[in-house]
């Protein structure tokens, strides 16, 4: 199923998706699976797939987006659309982010139905949308927007995490139980314009910027932790109280490590643009510095506010400050029955392994669903037990995207069994 998922080309915009879309429909529908189409956009629509049990205990609902990021062929080893497997790894865009889960999810899911099994109280939903890349206003956030009814669910496994890493001998694989909120702003120097042959008869606003990057530049971490990066720490078998120590701790026994976990922990700001005069011979009345800031979940504006006074110290006062984007974090709670029955599937499928809660650095779909359905509890998982988080993470949205074909049995395995196991 990836090979032929990765054969329809979704590359969004413009997305295209209707074909891979109907594919699913007529393969869940074979399986036994109650199938609708619904679409904002004709050529782009979502597909809802019910498996209805007896009672009406709780609905597990499997998420995935079928459009892709675009791809040059002339970077890969293989075709981005050929699905070629070689060297034990199905290759293609999509192979990882996420045609994969779909995948695994949709197969996941059909062997049970197949076999005659049917949810023994609540209930098992698979929702494949479009429209996921460019931030899904024709996919998840209309769906939930417009048809509430249609995709409401309890617990909801996603993109975000699965991931895993050696940790002192065994395996840890994330589970992503939340995603930071965006909080740009623009930073401005102000100053007084004039002719740049006469340099001193004007005040020049961009050398006011030099001093602010120079905070940013040497800028010390600072930690707020919330309830996962918590969780985490303890997982990891480090202090959270002393982040500073732990970080270190962490580093010593996997360096790469930190890259990922250190943002997980706190309010992280990153300069990207700047900008200042018009014209070359003239100096710049005001100089602009934005700046792309991530906030951990639960925490907003005024956290970015504090985190950026904090680092520019008294240059804050050479500055204005305006934010110019704002998007809240989300979570879901990192102790609930889903989180338990995830873990005592890693336990039963590698021994000693266990699962840690991670946080996203950006936000996808669960966004929406959480947003839609506040008692929703929502997760990222895609388990890979035969290539570490180390292997995987740099090859999605990447050239030669590819799947270890061991991993995606994998997962099609631990979706079969979670929907058994939660819904009897
Ligand atoms: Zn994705």
Redesign the pocket.
């Known amino acids: 199923m990836l090979r032929r998922l990765v054969r329809f080309n979704t590359v969004n915009p413009p997305g295209n998706e209707r074909d891979a879309i109907e594919y699913l429909a007529a393969y869940l529908g074979d399986a036994g699976f109650e199938t609708e189409v619904l679409a904002a956009e004709e050529k782009r629509p979502n597909l809802v797939a019910d498996l209805r049990g007896a009672g009406d205990g709780p609905t597990l609902c499997y998420l995935g987006?079928v459009d892709t990021v675009l791809a040059d062929p002339s970077d890969w080893t293989h075709d981005p659309w050929s699905g070629d497997v070689a060297d034990g790894f199905l290759w293609g865009r999509g192979a990882l982010?996420?045609k994969s889960q779909v995948a695994a999810e949709a197969v996941g899911a059909a062997t049970l139905a197949r076999s005659g099994w049917r949810p023994g109280t609540g209930h098992l939903k698979l929702v494949f949308v479009s429209d996921?890349?460019t931030g899904g206003e024709v996919g998840a956030q209309w769906l939930t927007a417009t048809h509430p009814g249609r995709v409401r669910c309890d617990m909801l496994i996603n993109?975000g995490a699965g991931e895993s890493f050696e940790w002192e001998g065994q395996r840890r694989y994330g589970v992503c139980c939340g995603e930071k909120g965006i909080f740009r702003f623009t930073l401005t120097a102000h100053g007084m314009a004039g002719h740049a042959s006469l340099p001193k008869t004007g005040d020049n606003a961009l050398l006011k910027l030099a001093p602010v990057l120079e905070r940013l530049a040497a800028a010390r971490p600072s930690f707020e932790l919330t309830e996962a990066p918590e969780a985490l720490l303890r997982g990891l078998g480090v202090d959270p109280s002393d982040p500073v120590a732990a970080i270190e701790r962490i580093a010593g026994i996997d360096p790469l490590l930190p890259i990922v976990v250190e943002p997980m922990l706190g309010v992280t700001l990153a300069p990207t643009m700047v900008r200042a005069s018009e014209k070359v011979n003239v100096i710049p009345a005001h100089a602009e510095l934005k700046i792309d800031c991530r906030v951990p979940p639960g925490l907003g504006e005024e956290a970015a506010r504090r985190r950026a006074e904090e680092v520019l110290g008294d240059q804050a006062e050479n500055v204005t400050l305006s934010f110019t984007e704002t998007v809240a974090g989300n979570q879901s709670p990192v102790q609930t029955p889903l989180m338990e029955a995830i873990a005592r599937w890693v336990a039963r499928n590698d021994e000693g392994a266990e699962t840690v809660p991670v946080i996203l650095p950006g936000f996808?779909d669960s966004k929406w669903f959480r947003e839609a359905f506040p008692d929703c509890v929502a997760y990222g998982f895609f388990p890979h037990r035969y290539t570490s988080l180390h292997e995987v993470a740099p090859l999605?949205h990447n050239a030669d995207e590819r799947i270890d074909v061991r991993d995606l049995g994998f997962a099609t395995a631990c979706y079969a069994d979670l929907a058994r196991e939660l819904l009897g």
Do not use: A, G, I
Request: hydrophobic fraction near 25%.
């Open positions: 987006h982010d996420m996921e890349e993109e996808s999605v």
